[in-house]
């Protein structure tokens, strides 16, 4: 968490890495959307394009499932609630509850189906570098009346950038904390008073300094558009993709 | 507002939507289920950003999710959080936040107002969270309620306890503030 | 030739404390001025004027023959500053973005900004680092990174508050290093501390302040001797009666 490896780009010179990042984003939502909508054999197809993904973006299966591996327990727990809670053939009888057929076949395709979003969504961070995500939202932002994409984009690179400090902030905190006895209190609004009134306090002394550090080199809304272009190859994939998207409702 | 304290304004913004992201993954580790931090800063957001800001604040934090950092809950984030089963909660972010900084700023920042936004904020984000939960799943209102709602119940209370405090010993260092003042904080 | 002219500048915060109390310095082009005095004796304030993040109640400050309240932006791009608190000064989520964001706040094409990138990068160092997130640096990397921030603006005068707070042994010869590669290629430098062990052997002139005023102003060898009596402490070779040592050596 510390390193919060999942903000992980790793850079590499892949057609994934080059395709452009407006695309990518197009095509993250396109499939999420399309792929909570897929049975089983788009979900088969799916997952074979998200395998060929995922090995194209250079990502190790390890690290992969290690980084996965709350979710995985979250989507046992839907498979188990759905399971218990869809009325059809039953197949194990407790005293409280009763497993379905249908149960565990809807729990599994909603928990495959949310774990090709995911997978997907990785793919996509893994190979987009945080500035090009950061201007591909803004250039979808631009047509949008009252919303200054330019300042969102700074605000998101913004949250980007102090993330990782907040944690090592809360692990100080913590620490110190831990340090002088803390977890002898068993009041818990005390305790978050005590991690969150420090906390907070730092990040705000922490935004006024960077205030003024942005206005000392010059900060304005009016800046430089971010770098963004696409290819050939950017609509070949889109092609592949549209087709994908519409074999997977379809089917 | 003066341009240098529209800037101010933007970067207590972000810094609270990162403290949200943060917020996902940090815990204290009290009774079965750890208190998430998550759903405090959203509070604080709307107790010291005022309505505008604290949406702006929390829209930033859904946008950045939304791109695929991984800022919610669970640490894998993108578009599907949203369609995935708490996305509804995740929506309810946005209006719980902007209402408690409505009904904060015009009861002027009253402990009692600032409790009823805070209830009230909560509420919200439990309509969506609850309604969408129940279209992804399935599962009866009850069952719902019982998965997605009662479990939490308590944390949510002790929150805002937490909230008023924290709200109230930090109001005076971000009221919105000219160059001036804030020079007086760096040199401090 | 003069880099910053300070005319009779008075400033009072808001809270009614007097931060300046009556400065006039000239500052030549191309010299590597120390300013040297306690906590709170102005240093900052000072510094603030210089690049109109704050600006002056009474006098007034002149960059490059411009009064900075004329013209804030430009005041902004001639003069860098480096900040005490590197971490709260980068704004980038990579070593990249963070060079790049002041050019990108003057307008530039995204080639020329990927130039500037690039040299500033160089210049420190940090090339093969473009890609790494900022807060994995080291100390020293970081501050390299806060001097290469402001380089891709291409300031003609440098300012550096308390340089080398809280850096190790390494971080502070590479800080150092990159002040003096700055102050060779032309730069104007004024730098504040209250330290002054590590930089005095290359200073070409000394400015002690105390209760914002200036109390001395020379030469180094000059008028080191006086730091003492306003609450900074002399460098270890006028303790011992030798020379000032460089930490480069």
């Known amino acids: 968490m510390d390193e919060l490896t999942a903000f992980g780009f790793y850079p590499a010179g892949s057609l994934l890495h080059r395709l452009d990042a407006r695309f990518k984003l197009v095509f993250l939502v396109s499939i999420s959307i399309a792929g909570l909508r897929a049975e089983w054999l788009a979900l088969v197809t799916l997952t074979v394009f998200a395998g060929i993904v995922l090995l194209v973006s250079r990502r190790s299966l390890f690290s992969i499932l290690i980084e996965i591996r709350y979710f995985i327990v979250f989507l046992l727990l839907i498979c188990f609630v759905r399971s218990i809670s869809t009325q059809g053939t039953c197949l194990i009888k407790t005293m409280f509850f009763s ?25 996509f961070i893994a190979t987009t570098r945080p500035s ?7 250039w979808f932002l631009k047509p949008l009346p009252f919303i200054p994409h330019k300042k969102v984009a700074t605000m998101i690179g913004l949250v980007v950038r102090f993330v990782p400090v907040i944690f090592n902030q809360a692990r100080e905190t913590a620490n110190a904390q831990k340090a002088r006895g803390i977890e002898n209190r068993k ?17 705000f002394e922490n935004a006024d300094k960077l205030a003024l550090a942005m206005e000392a080199r010059c900060y304005s809304e009016n800046r430089s558009d971010p770098d963004l272009s696409s290819g050939v190859h950017d609509w070949f994939a889109a092609v592949v993709v549209f087709f994908l998207c519409v074999f997977t409702i379809v089917l | 507002m003066n341009s240098a304290s529209q800037m101010h304004m933007m970067v207590y913004a972000s810094l609270l939507a990162a403290l949200t992201a943060a917020g996902a993954y940090l815990a204290i580790p ?28 929390v829209g930033v934090y859904l946008l950045a999710g939304a791109c695929g950092l991984p800022v919610f809950a669970g640490g894998t984030g993108g578009i599907g959080k949203f369609l995935g089963p708490t996305g509804g909660y995740l929506l309810g972010f946005l209006p719980a936040a902007f209402f408690i900084g409505m009904i904060s700023e015009r009861t002027g920042h009253r402990v009692v107002f600032d409790i009823l936004a805070m209830i009230g904020g909560t509420l919200i984000i439990y309509i969506f969270g609850i309604a969408w939960l129940m279209v992804v799943t399935g599962m009866s209102l009850v069952k719902t309620l019982a998965v997605g709602m009662f479990p939490f119940l308590i944390g949510d209370g002790l929150k805002i306890a937490a909230a008023v405090p924290v709200a109230r010993a930090l109001r005076p260092v971000i009221k919105p503030k000219g160059r001036e003042e804030c020079v007086i904080n760096q040199t401090k | 030739m003069n880099a910053i002219e300070v005319e009779n500048l008075y400033h ?16 030549r082009k191309g010299d590597l001025v120390v300013l040297a005095g306690p906590n709170g004796s102005g240093k900052t304030t000072l510094l603030r004027h210089l690049n109109g993040l704050l600006l002056p109640d009474r006098g007034r400050v002149v960059v490059a023959g411009i009064p900075v309240s004329n013209n804030v932006a430009m005041a902004r791009q001639k003069v860098g500053m480096v900040f005490q608190d590197a971490d709260s000064q980068i704004v980038g989520e990579t070593v990249h973005d963070d060079a790049a964001f002041g050019p990108e706040n003057l307008c530039l094409g995204k080639v020329e900004i990927n130039q500037r990138v690039q040299s500033a990068l160089k210049k420190v160092g940090l090339l093969g680092l473009s890609n790494q997130r900022p807060h994995l640096l080291s100390g020293g990397e970081k501050r390299r990174l806060a001097i290469a921030g402001i380089l891709t603006m291409e300031p003609e005068i440098v300012v550096f ?7 190790d042994y390494p971080g502070v010869r590479q800080v150092l290093g990159e002040i003096l590669a700055l102050h060779h290629s032309g730069r104007t430098i004024i730098l504040a501390t209250h330290d002054l062990e590590k930089v005095i052997a290359h200073a070409d002139r000394l400015i002690i302040m105390n209760r914002g005023k200036v109390v001395r102003d020379g030469l180094p060898a000059d008028i080191v001797k006086d730091v003492e009596q306003f609450g900074v402490r002399a460098p270890c070779a006028i303790r011992t ?9």
Request: a neutral charge; proline letters at 5%.
């Open chain 3, 241 to 249: 009666g030798g020379e000032f040592q460089s930490w480069m050596s």
């Open chain 3, 12 to 27: 009072r915060f808001a809270d009614g404390t007097v931060g300046i109390d009556g400065i006039t310095l000239m500052i």
């Open chain 1, 132 to 138: 090009d995500i950061r201007a591909g939202v803004a």
């Open chain 1, 187 to 203: 009041n818990p609004v005390y305790r978050l008073v005590r991690l969150g009134l420090p906390l907070v306090r730092r990040t």
């Open chain 3, 161 to 167: 508050d308390e340089p080398f707070s809280s850096l």
């Open chain 1, 99 to 123: 497993i379905t057929q249908e149960g565990i076949r809807d729990g599994i395709l909603i928990s495959w189906r949310l774990l090709l979003v995911v997978l997907f969504g990785m793919a």
């Open chain 2, 30 to 57: 009290i009774g079965p289920v750890p208190i998430v931090l998550q759903n405090l800063f959203i509070m604080l957001a709307g107790l010291l950003l005022g309505s505008r800001w604290a949406m702006a604040s």
